[in-house]
């Protein structure tokens, strides 16, 4: 099935809420790598909208001591996916959301500039719902329909020893299963 897509790449068929923390790609740079994360706000809780506001840079500081911490940064993702399934997109896909931070994968730098990012509501101490996998599965299915995909890594492979998600209890060999032609994480493909 096709994936409905807009200018820029907001994909129809999932929410839209506009981050203003993104920038253009590089000239001739295609997107190519798949980079997932796992984020709970506070950190090991879910629901609410405190993700959304941290990607719209609307976060309020005085609701909780983590938040303080936090609310100044300006970071996004394309995607973030609920522990329900429901997916809010913040950032087109043609354009660069800032979700890598300091990266690299398979030696080449800045993966912000030729990745997407996708947030799983999560923790590195919890397993991912069935709803988010199977909407991750759509997501990684549609994208590959738009852009050249090669890749999907986690933050941890692309940020070794600074990130630590999706961490271990993502399924990586459900992932490996669904798309054996991808380069993934060398732990993954061994």
């Known amino acids: ?74 970071v996004s ?6 522990r329900d399934g429901r997916v809010v997109q913040f950032v087109g896909c043609d354009q660069r959301a800032w979700h890598a931070g300091q990266s690299t994968w398979c030696g080449r730098g800045n993966c912000n500039d030729y990745s997407v990012g996708i947030e799983l509501e999560g923790c590195d101490e919890q397993p991912f719902t069935a709803a988010q996998y199977a909407a991750l599965w759509h997501l990684v299915d549609a994208l590959r329909q738009r852009y050249p995909i090669t890749a999907i890594a986690g933050h941890s492979d692309i940020a070794p020893g600074r990130k630590s998600d999706p961490g271990p209890h993502f399924d990586w060999p459900a992932l490996a299963a669904r798309y054996p032609d991808l380069d993934l994480p060398p732990e993954v493909a061994a």
């Open 77 to 82: 993702a394309h995607f973030y996916v609920r």
């Open 1 to 74: 099935m096709s994936a409905a897509w807009a200018e820029n790449g907001w994909l129809l068929t999932v929410d839209r809420k506009i981050s203003p923390n993104f920038g253009e790609r590089p000239a001739g740079v295609e997107v190519s790598l798949v980079v997932v994360h796992n984020i709970s706000l506070p950190p090991g809780e879910f629901g609410g909208d405190w993700v959304e506001d941290f990607f719209l840079n609307r976060l309020d500081a005085t609701v909780h001591p983590y938040f303080s911490e936090i609310s100044g940064l300006q």
